[in-house]
């Protein structure tokens, strides 16, 4: 799993001396989390006003699943202008029952994919097909 930049994070107040300040920081930090699939009890007034226990568990939420984001290879699509080229990322299940995995597709629009969902069935693998057409030149 990857993901890139939260835009909710995108506008956070670096500085926030007064409440409403708080209270929008907290709103965008609620608002991320969701973004990139991941699902917590805590509401924006949890974080603006904490219970200790609350926040570790949500700590350890975050410990736990944010690592799963952090991309483990970076594929590359070299192409002559104007073509269209396909790399499959291997995706293997090796648990006792099916996986099923949702695709979300952020940023550049140059790219694709021709399912936005896939099952994986114990102990296999599949490829799954990215596609890139090719149009700017980079030197």
């Known amino acids: 799993s990857h993901y890139g930049n939260a835009s909710a994070l995108a506008d956070l107040k670096v500085s926030a001396p007064y409440d409403e300040q708080v209270m929008y920081?907290?709103?965008?930090?609620?608002e991320a989390v969701h973004e990139i699939g991941l699902q917590t009890h805590l509401s924006p007034n949890d974080i603006v006003?904490?219970?200790?226990r609350e926040l570790m568990l949500f700590c350890v939420q975050l410990y736990q699943g944010l690592p799963h984001y952090i991309a483990?290879?970076?594929?590359?699509?070299?192409?002559?202008?104007?073509d269209m080229v396909t790399k499959n990322i291997e995706l293997s299940n090796?648990?006792?029952n099916a996986i099923c995995y949702w695709v979300k597709l952020d940023g550049?629009?140059?790219?694709?994919?021709?399912?936005?969902?896939?099952r994986i069935e114990s102990g296999t693998s599949i490829n799954f097909p990215i596609k890139f057409q090719s149009r700017i030149s980079q030197q």
């Open 49 to 52: 006003h904490p219970s200790a």
């Open 94 to 96: 090796p648990s006792k």
């Open 108 to 118: 550049c629009p140059d790219f694709s994919i021709e399912a936005d969902s896939v």
């Open 72 to 82: 483990k290879a970076q594929i590359e699509f070299p192409a002559v202008l104007g």
């Open 25 to 30: 920081n907290a709103k965008r930090i609620i």
